[in-house]
């Protein structure tokens, strides 16, 4: 036997260190090959490693929020350990039986069978066969795969097989009488909850507090009429492309946009404050703010003004749905030139968004309700959305920030200049 030193790798692309976001194993505990042994996240993007050798893990290094450079120590194998039980025996696969078998028993100290426990010491040793998917929402939901019957071939984790594990988990317990001594209001007032800031929302925090701290922002807040762009969205959701999503505002919204900056070129932009420069962007690749479990993520919809309304409709909901599940690949999840932004019902009357750096603009919309308006000398009830954005007050004058939402606005309150010179 002897020890294995895994260092933590270089991830690529410049990474020079990387935060330690959640250990799967400790000390003790019995490894295979390829298993994943800990999730870190570089300013890039989340990566899961896995073991490059099997066998005992004699010790890691760091905690969750630990950032840690390549090169150092992360973990210590002991290899040549073989898988064993709790016992000291070497873990047999048991034999293939109907999965209504009833549970394996043993025999007790005096001779007569007890259940065995389950799970117990017994239960599967080594790496469970399952799909890296199924593997992430286990360890999400808290639930060991150890614990989970296969289904498919050679004893592999089904989505099914995990479903039903859950369902089971989640069954009704029989209530239990209150306990006789119940915290007092003011107690329970008192308590605290500490919430170490790590992961994704460490990095959120770090870039929110950057683009703040850096950039002067510029609002700007504008009401629309949105009562034909209503009525043209209601009329072509009746008709849909095969297979299309329904149209929400935010399609308009982005094609609208990739027609107004070709007007206004300093928007899609980037400041390089390294070098000094604005980078001009020709292609509109757009940052699409995202919320998820994890926090707020922008996937990116490339070459966006070579896309028509449908498709651009289903690219976006592509990239956020991707980003919800942590399916995204890398570069769908940076190189955005501008972002929009939506809060949806929550939108409010109106919002001053933060510039996802290095942009230099972003544009927000709000909740759309009906008001009051005068129209042609007479008040009529029409529906109404303000739209928020913030520009990098060095690089956007407020006049050419102003006079780019106006031309948004044009395009938004009578849509069929949308299409005009596509």
Same mark, same amino acid.
């Given at each position: 036997? @002897? ?40 300013? $890039? ?97 808290? !639930? ?51 919430? $170490? ?80 420069? !604005? ?54 999840? @940076? ?6 932004? @939506? ?46 954005? @913030? ?32």
């Amino acid at each position: 036997m @002897s020890n294995y030193v895994f260092k933590l790798p270089d991830l690529g692309e410049g990474t020079v260190e990387a935060e330690i976001v959640n250990w799967r194993v400790k000390p003790g505990d019995t490894i295979a090959e390829d298993e994943v042994i800990v999730e870190v996240m570089t300013e $890039k993007a989340a990566v899961e490693l896995p073991a490059p050798v099997g066998g005992r893990v004699l010790s890691i290094t760091g905690t969750p929020g630990d950032m840690v450079p390549v090169g150092a120590d992360l973990i210590v194998i002991e290899t040549g350990t073989p898988a064993t039980t709790a016992a000291g025996a070497p873990a047999a696969a048991p034999a293939a039986a109907p999965a209504s078998a009833p549970p394996a028993r043993r025999a007790g100290a005096n001779g007569a069978e007890a259940p065995a426990q389950a799970p117990a010491a017994s239960a599967r040793a080594g790496r469970v066969a399952t799909s890296p998917a199924i593997r992430r929402r286990a360890h999400e939901a808290g !639930i060991d795969l150890q614990q989970v019957t296969g289904s498919g071939p050679n004893g592999r984790i089904l989505p099914k097989d995990l479903e039903a594990f859950v369902a089971r988990r989640s069954q009704p317990t029989p209530l239990r009488p209150a306990p006789k001594a119940v915290p007092s209001a003011r107690a329970s007032a008192a308590a605290t909850e500490e919430i $170490k800031v790590i992961g994704l929302r460490r990095l959120i925090a770090q870039r929110m507090s950057e683009a703040k701290r850096n950039i002067p922002h510029f609002a700007y807040v504008e009401e629309l009429d949105i009562t034909e762009l209503e009525s043209l969205r209601r009329h072509l959701n009746r008709k849909p492309a095969d297979g299309a999503p329904s149209l929400t505002y935010l399609p308009f919204l982005a094609l609208a946009l990739i027609r107004v900056l070709r007007d206004f070129p300093q928007c899609n932009a980037h400041y390089d404050a390294e070098r000094g420069v !604005i980078v001009r962007h020709a292609a509109v690749h757009l940052g699409v703010a995202t919320q998820t479990a994890e926090g707020l993520k922008v996937p990116v919809v490339h070459n966006a003004q070579e896309l028509g309304l449908w498709e651009l409709a289903a690219q976006m909901r592509r990239v956020a749905e991707a980003a919800r599940t942590n399916k995204a690949k890398r570069e769908e999840l @940076s190189g955005s030139t501008i972002t929009i932004t @939506s809060l949806g019902k929550l939108g409010g009357i109106a919002s001053t968004p933060i510039i996802n750096a290095p942009e230099v603009a972003i544009i927000g919309v709000n909740r759309a309700v009906e008001r009051p308006l005068v129209l042609e000398g007479a008040i009529a009830i029409r529906l109404t959305m303000n739209l928020s954005s @913030s520009f990098d007050h060095r690089f956007v004058d407020g006049y050419d920030a102003a006079a780019m939402i106006q031309a948004l606005k044009e395009h938004l309150e009578h849509p069929a200049t949308i299409f005009i010179g596509a």
